[in-house]
């Protein structure tokens, strides 16, 4: 679980970051590292160095020493203004927005890799797997270097959940009425896997009905995706995990064959060995539903037993309440936020060549809308207040009801299940994969390609 900011500040405190374990010096790093180790004189000394030296290239680094630095934060914002021309405020936060802002401005390369393999190699040492320098050159990456953000934990410092033990639902009796779960149902194979104990863990990797997924939980961007993990060019299936670095304030995962990194929220490598080879995760259904009404459908679900293998507080509302409850976000992105609020949830689909979105709230005025995306027509099953959506093509016809009784426009009554809709002479519309997410991470990545629905 990522830390507040004034965690981090206390934690960093106790780093003691020495000049170590850089690659490649070179006199840029040295200054960077002196804002960042030094004592308050030779911080002082060369901050001023930078300023005199007076070019943007050092603004990714300065941003960086400002967090990690035990100077006052006015003193790199002041610094910061001076190479940039600009004032973007006093605060780490308001300079990592701006440097989104400015893609532009190219790093000085040799100064900023060195940089994050000091800083985050003394975090912890296993980062190297991610932070090998030839993957980390502007021209390797599918993200900017200087975006991709320590999260507050160490690699694996988010365990993830690998086959984890299941139990009956009537053996669940940890579990409340109102519990969200993360409700999966592949070839007959029907599993809950509880929001309050996958907070913890933000990950699982299983074969459910014969299908090799992972489930990868964002939980700073409110987003629970279902991936297939074999991929084209592999004979196993990739087994995932959390890095402990996120961008923009989504997650980045990694997988353990190679130990890529991927972006959680489009399913891509965005660095590593299967950067740059045109893979894509495939996506499968999955809802979020409170437990009540997935347990009803689906009386023969199991559900995550809370024998982990981990010690946590898995109590409901436990983890998270704070940063779930509050309409900020601890990581800075920038969000257009002129139709939506940044933690406004939507439910998204990525599928037939496009992206659309779908505000949640849309489904407080009605459980059932008929829509269509790149041309195909679609009918969404949705209850605002339990994050419940569910999509399916509608091929052409038009519903209206609730999902225990939905009903097209000719009066027929259909069932609505995991996999189809399913008519009552059998005919089967089939289920669209998407998810819910936060505004801010779906308006994020994918806005610009995006279709946004406005009824």
Same mark, same amino acid.
């Given at each position: 679980?990522?830390?507040?900011?004034?965690?981090?500040?206390?934690?960093?405190?106790?780093?003691?970051?020495?000049?170590?374990?850089?690659?490649?010096?070179?006199?840029?790093?040295?200054?960077?590292? %002196?804002?960042?180790?030094?004592?308050?004189?030779?911080?002082?000394? %060369?901050?001023?160095?930078?300023?005199?030296?007076?070019?943007?290239?050092?603004?990714?680094?300065?941003?960086?020493?400002?967090?990690?630095?035990?100077?006052?934060?006015?003193?790199?914002?002041?610094?910061? #203004?001076?190479?940039?021309?600009?004032?973007?405020?006093?605060?780490?936060?308001?300079?990592?927005?701006?440097?989104?802002?400015?893609?532009?401005?190219?790093?000085?390369?040799?100064?900023?890799?060195?940089?994050?393999?000091?800083?985050?190699?003394? !975090?912890?040492?296993?980062?190297?797997?991610?932070?090998?320098?030839?993957?980390?050159?502007?021209?390797?990456?599918?993200?900017?270097? $200087?975006?991709?953000?320590?999260?507050?934990?160490?690699?694996?410092? !988010?365990?993830?959940?690998?086959?984890?033990?299941?139990?009956?639902?009537?053996?669940?009796?940890?579990?409340?009425?109102?519990?969200?779960?993360?409700?999966?149902?592949?070839?007959?194979?029907?599993?809950?896997?509880?929001?309050?104990?996958?907070?913890?863990?933000?990950?699982?990797?299983?074969?459910?009905?014969?299908?090799?997924?992972?489930?990868?939980?964002?939980?700073?961007?409110?987003?629970?995706?279902?991936?297939?993990?074999?991929?084209?060019?592999?004979?196993?299936?990739?087994?995932?995990?959390?890095?402990?670095?996120?961008?923009? #304030?989504?997650?980045?995962?990694f997988d353990r064959a190679t130990n890529s990194l991927w972006n959680q929220f489009t399913g891509k490598p965005v #660095?590593?060995?299967?950067?740059?080879?045109?893979?894509?995760?495939?996506?499968?259904?999955?809802?979020?539903?409170?437990?009540?009404?997935?347990?009803?459908?689906?009386?023969?679900?199991?559900?995550?037993?809370?024998?982990?293998?981990?010690?946590?507080?898995?109590? #409901?509302?436990?983890?998270?309440?704070?940063?779930? %409850?509050?309409?900020?976000?601890?990581?800075?992105?920038?969000?257009?936020?002129?139709?939506?609020?940044?933690?406004?949830?939507?439910?998204?689909?990525?599928?037939?060549?496009?992206?659309?979105?779908?505000?949640?709230?849309?489904?407080?005025?009605?459980?059932?809308?008929?829509?269509?995306?790149?041309?195909?027509?679609?009918?969404?099953?949705?209850?605002?207040?339990?994050?419940?959506?569910?999509?399916?093509?509608?091929?052409?016809?038009?519903?209206?009801?609730?999902?225990?009784?939905?009903?097209?426009?000719?009066?027929?009554?259909?069932?609505?299940? $995991?996999?189809?809709?399913?008519?009552?002479?059998?005919?089967?519309?089939?289920?669209?994969?998407?998810?819910?997410?936060?505004?801010?991470?779906?308006?994020?990545?994918?806005?610009?390609?995006?279709?946004?629905?406005?009824?």
């Amino acid at each position: 679980m990522p830390l507040t900011r004034r965690q981090f500040a206390t934690s960093l405190a106790g780093l003691g970051l020495t000049p170590t374990m850089a690659f490649a010096a070179t006199p840029e790093f040295d200054m960077l590292m %002196a804002t960042v180790n030094g004592p308050g004189d030779a911080a002082f000394a %060369a901050l001023k160095q930078i300023r005199e030296r007076g070019q943007p290239d050092l603004a990714a680094g300065v941003i960086m020493a400002m967090r990690f630095s035990r100077l006052p934060v006015v003193h790199f914002a002041q610094t910061l #203004s001076a190479i940039t021309g600009e004032d973007a405020g006093d605060t780490w936060f308001d300079w990592m927005l701006w440097q989104e802002r400015n893609p532009q401005i190219i790093p000085h390369q040799p100064s900023l890799i060195a940089m994050k393999r000091e800083i985050y190699l003394r !975090i912890d040492p296993n980062f190297e797997v991610f932070l090998a320098p030839r993957y980390l050159r502007r021209d390797k990456m599918a993200i900017r270097l $200087e975006e991709i953000t320590w999260g507050g934990v160490r690699k694996d410092g !988010i365990p993830s959940l690998d086959n984890p033990a299941l139990i009956a639902a009537a053996q669940a009796t940890y579990m409340r009425d109102d519990n969200l779960v993360f409700g999966v149902s592949i070839n007959g194979d029907t599993r809950a896997y509880p929001l309050r104990i996958m907070g913890w863990h933000e990950m699982f990797n299983e074969v459910i009905g014969g299908v090799p997924v992972a489930l990868a939980y964002c939980t700073l961007c409110g987003a629970g995706i279902l991936f297939e993990t074999k991929v084209r060019g592999r004979s196993k299936q990739l087994i995932f995990g959390s890095s402990g670095f996120l961008y923009r #304030s989504n997650k980045l995962m990694f997988d353990r064959a190679t130990n890529s990194l991927w972006n959680q929220f489009t399913g891509k490598p965005v #660095s590593g060995k299967l950067m740059g080879r045109g893979l894509e995760l495939q996506q499968r259904p999955v809802v979020i539903a409170p437990w009540k009404d997935w347990k009803r459908n689906n009386p023969d679900t199991r559900v995550l037993s809370l024998e982990t293998g981990h010690r946590r507080n898995y109590g #409901s509302g436990v983890v998270y309440q704070d940063y779930f %409850a509050s309409r900020d976000l601890i990581f800075p992105t920038v969000v257009d936020q002129s139709r939506h609020r940044q933690k406004d949830y939507v439910f998204g689909i990525r599928e037939f060549g496009g992206a659309k979105a779908w505000p949640l709230k849309a489904f407080r005025r009605k459980k059932v809308i008929n829509d269509s995306m790149q041309g195909r027509p679609l009918v969404l099953i949705g209850d605002n207040k339990g994050r419940t959506v569910r999509a399916y093509e509608s091929n052409g016809a038009r519903f209206s009801g609730t999902a225990q009784k939905l009903t097209s426009d000719d009066g027929t009554r259909w069932q609505v299940t $995991e996999d189809a809709l399913i008519a009552p002479d059998g005919l089967r519309l089939p289920r669209v994969a998407g998810h819910v997410a936060y505004w801010f991470a779906w308006n994020g990545y994918l806005g610009a390609e995006s279709a946004l629905y406005d009824g």
